[in-house]
T-cell receptor
């Protein structure tokens, strides 16, 4: 069965610090997709990134970067020079290539608090 | 704004009452998903539509829950005889899937927060 573990329940940093959010996943499938979503206090889940299992290239987008390592089943997310606006709950999610759709399995989320 | 919209945003009801939520997906998105999120947890899959066809339901979706997407556009989720355990955030997501199934990304609405007293 699919499972996503986000071991860090809550992280507090001071503005401008770098912070890494961990994500470990379990799946038996060879084709799967990994996602990160941000959930600000307003409640709406905001899509950040999708990574396919056959693409292990790391990605950088502005202050955000993602490290995908199949050998350790991890898909970690780093925010460089954090800002107060980064404060939110961050979810890692996994989906397998299903015949009828790609339902997402989410981790429990990591609360990030960035203090000024 | 052409994102996913949900109505109402908040609903307070008494135990035993029926409630209905609506989701309007992004225009022309052919897939629509419903998830439930309880406090301190990640969203959990409930059900999914490909156009108007409901193709998968989670075991979380008891007989008191029913979802429809009659014309392949908006969707409704109804909960009958609500229980206190139904209190949660109900999230809707939509996606557009064509030939490149591996490029599917789900975009979420703001959710409907349900409180059953």
């Amino acid at each position: 069965a699919q499972k996503v573990t986000q071991a860090q329940t809550e992280i507090s940093v001071v503005e401008k610090e770098d912070v890494t959010l961990d994500c470990v996943y379990e799946t038996r499938d060879t084709t799967y997709y990994l996602f990160w979503y941000k959930q600000p206090p307003s409640g709406e889940l905001v899509f950040l990134i999708r990574r396919n299992s056959f693409d292990e290239q790391n990605e950088i987008s502005g202050r955000y970067s993602w490290n995908f390592q199949k050998s350790t089943s991890s898909f970690n997310f780093t925010i460089t020079a954090s800002q107060v606006v980064d404060s939110a709950v961050y979810f890692c999610a996994l989906s397998e290539a299903g015949e009828y759709g790609n339902k997402l399995v989410f981790g429990a989320g990591t609360i990030l608090r960035v203090k000024s | 704004d052409t994102g996913v919209s949900q109505d109402p945003r908040h609903k307070i009801t008494k135990r035993g009452q029926n409630v209905t939520f609506r989701c309007d997906p992004i225009s022309e998105h052919n897939r629509l998903y419903w998830y439930r999120q309880t406090l301190g947890q990640g969203p959990e899959f409930l059900t999914y539509f490909q156009n108007e066809a409901q193709l998968e339901k989670s075991r979380l979706l008891s007989d008191r829950f029913s979802a429809e997407r009659p014309k392949g556009s908006f969707s409704t989720l109804e909960i009958q005889r609500t229980e206190q355990g139904d209190s949660a955030m109900y999230l809707c997501a939509s996606s557009l899937v064509g030939l490149a199934v591996n490029q599917e990304t789900q975009y979420f609405g703001p959710g409907t927060r349900l409180l059953v007293l």
